[in-house]
């Protein structure tokens, strides 16, 4: 289906959400129509967060929002949903938009698999009336199903589009990109040089598919790198929790933007706790690049500020090669909480791998690493 007509039977006018690959139609649609736009289109720093600003929306105009999202995000909707928007509570009409993936049948990243199972009964269990949209989705059903929804949404309840893989289809693609010029995948094997046999943990996405092609290409070992294939914005407290329990270790964390925008109290715990051994690298290219490269909002803020007003005693940007081995053999030393901020540009080989290695097995890996560390 066209996203256009999508659009176009939703009639909607404002649209708030976080990207998702299999989404990826709707978000280069909403961008080259709108771009960022306070008024029409505002990408979020989570789902909750996205929740929330429709809800501002609907009271101030008294309209219909929409919220779109992969569909793990749902975990970050379920208390606003609950407790804001629901009929027993404010009646906030709201529409979503859930990119399904892992969906039963479909081939996915074990990341995706339960939350696939259980992506439609989640709503449902939400009172968020469902409807599936698929390749073979007629407009004429969409169109029943919104009409369908509009008596729901009167109601002060909300209504959910599912989309499955490749449902929806727009002609045109949007160009991300920014003026930095150091790729990820080198900054990460330069972090690599300096960490040694340091334990690492990555965030999610490219970030740690990066890495583990890195550990083979420069025949290393995988046991020092716990990769964090979901759970997005959680690497940095994760990391935080080895490094209080391993505080003889060094520990490094390696983030994104994104990741760390999305659960952005996760610094302020961290700095307040300030472990001395780890040391939190936030790889910035302004940009959710793994699902498809709209913009986050990281290039208009200062993380170094954010870090220090956290409790972060040293925290730096660098945007050069030069500085980023400075800054990585200086926090190497340093016996306390350090934040590097690294500026990147937005884009990966295309034939970048994934990890080969289970979930299972490289929790365990790394863990038995962690215990020889005692």
């Known amino acids: 289906m066209k996203v256009e007509k999508l659009i176009e039977i939703i009639g909607a006018e404002f649209y708030t959400g976080v990207p998702d690959s299999q989404l990826k139609a709707l978000c280069d649609y909403l961008m080259n129509t709108y771009g960022i736009d306070p008024r029409r289109h505002i990408i979020a720093a989570n789902e909750g967060n996205c929740a929330a600003l429709a809800a501002g929306y ?101 209504v959910a589009f599912v989309i499955r893989k490749g449902a929806l289809e727009y002609g045109e693609k949007a160009a991300y990109k920014n003026g930095n010029s150091m790729s990820r995948e080198e900054i990460i094997r330069h972090i690599v040089r300096v960490t040694g046999e340091d334990p690492i943990v990555s965030t999610t996405g490219k970030a740690s598919r ?24 959680h690497a940095s407290s994760i990391a935080m929790g080895v490094a209080l329990n391993k505080p003889n270790q060094k520990i490094w964390c390696i983030d994104g933007d994104g990741a760390a925008l999305m659960h952005l109290g996760s610094m302020a715990v961290l700095g307040a706790n300030a472990p001395e051994n780890l040391v939190h690298v936030v790889i910035n290219n302004g940009a959710h690049e793994t699902v498809g490269g709209m913009p986050t909002v990281a290039s208009k803020i200062d993380l170094v500020a954010i870090a220090k007003a956290c409790g972060y005693k040293n925290a730096v940007c660098v945007d050069s090669f030069e500085e980023l081995d400075k800054e990585l053999a200086a926090a190497k030393k340093h016996n306390e ?33 962690l215990a020889e560390l005692d």
């Open 58 to 158: 609907h009271l101030a105009t008294g309209r219909t929002p929409v919220v779109y999202m992969q569909n793990s995000g749902e975990g970050n909707i379920i208390n606003p949903l609950a407790s804001l928007l629901n009929d027993k509570v404010y009646a906030i009409p709201v529409i979503f938009i859930i990119g399904w993936r892992g969906e039963p049948g479909i081939h996915d990243e074990p990341q995706h698999i339960y939350q696939g199972e259980v992506t439609v009964r989640l709503m449902e269990d939400m009172n968020v009336k469902t409807f599936i949209i698929g390749k073979e989705t007629t407009e004429e059903e969409l169109a029943e199903a919104m009409d369908n929804f509009r008596e729901v949404l009167k109601n002060g309840r909300q």
């Open 210 to 233: 990066e890495l583990f092609e890195t550990r083979v290409a420069e025949n290393q070992s995988h046991k020092f790198d716990f990769l964090t294939v979901g759970s997005m914005g």
């Open 337 to 369: 909480l350090s934040l590097i901020e690294v500026k990147c540009s937005i884009g990966a080989r295309a034939d970048l791998g994934r990890p080969t290695t289970t979930a299972l097995e490289n929790k365990e890996n790394f863990m038995n690493y």
